[in-house]
């Protein structure tokens, strides 16, 4: 039993994640207490979130940053442990999370460690993929989510200690699944560039794409992952040529003379 000022509230934000949610909830049951935020799923997200937790709100979604800080107030213990739907604490970064609570979390006001995603049959270790180092566990008091859709990211005032021991990431089903998330994530991605003003380049469709192949496979050494290695980088240089391209659309549908 950990004292009051060191109890942890895992906080898990889900949407259509029925197939998923089950075994993220059940690696966070050595957590103080499990929030779910669920955005009005349309499966049986909310029923089996129910099944593990009695925490369980529905909230419609506000985006990924504004749901974090929304899950975050939700919360009743001095630290917050952010996991999402799709991932799941290993054995092996449980034990070292509660060891530094045993020691009093030493001073630190958060805890990072890497994200392992698993993809086409295989655990990705190399690449932009991994270690993906992600600061999720923190105190309440001291950090917040901020960044830029899609893309949220814990800021924490005070030291920071890094973990080795991974959370699992089962980020797409198949290749389907990915291609529309790239396309979901994209969209997001050009519609926030434009609505801040941000002009389309043509060196960023051009030079941009290629590049992030380039990174990705060879400079982040994914080739070491075999195919699947290959698949990444070519994915994420697709990735990043429909975001350019779909602020290039956005920019000439502006410029559009409008129709009385």
């Known amino acids: 039993m950990r004292p009051d000022h060191l109890k942890i509230s895992a906080c898990v934000t889900a949407g259509n994640e029925e197939d998923k949610i089950a075994a993220c909830l059940a690696s966070l049951e050595w957590c103080d207490e499990v929030v779910v935020v669920d955005s009005f799923s349309q499966d049986k997200t909310y029923e089996i979130s129910k099944q593990y937790t009695s925490l369980v709100f529905q909230h419609p979604w506000e985006g990924y940053i504004a749901q974090k800080n929304y899950i975050r ?38 805890f990072r460690f890497p994200r ?3 993809y086409l049959g295989k655990w990705i270790r190399h690449g932009e ?10 105190r309440k008091d001291r950090g917040h989510s901020e960044g830029q859709e899609p893309h949220d990211r814990v800021v924490v005032d005070g030291p920071v200690k890094t973990l080795s021991a991974p959370l699992y990431h089962f980020t797409y089903d198949n290749l389907t699944d990915h291609i529309h998330t790239l396309n979901r994530f994209s ?15 043509w060196r960023d469709l051009i ?31 697709f990735g990043v040529f429909i975001k350019y391209a779909k602020l290039m659309e956005l920019w000439i549908q502006h410029r559009q003379p409008k129709k009385d």
Not at 213 to 237: E, H, N, P, R, T
Request: glycine content about 8%.
């Open 73 to 110: 107030s939700l919360a009743r213990y001095p630290w917050i442990l952010f996991v999402d739907a799709d991932e799941v604490v290993s054995e092996d970064l449980r034990a070292q999370i509660e060891d530094e609570f045993a020691r009093g979390a030493d001073g630190f006001v958060g």
């Open 207 to 237: 030079v941009r794409p290629p590049f992030r192949f380039f990174k990705s496979y060879f400079m982040k050494l994914g080739i070491l992952d075999g195919s699947q290695g290959l698949v990444i980088a070519l994915m994420s240089a």
């Open 187 to 201: 969209s997001i991605s050009a519609g926030e560039k434009f609505s801040r003003g941000e002009k389309f380049l």
């Open 116 to 118: 392992m995603v698993h």
């Open 129 to 138: 993929w991994y270690p993906d180092i992600k600061l999720r566990l923190f």
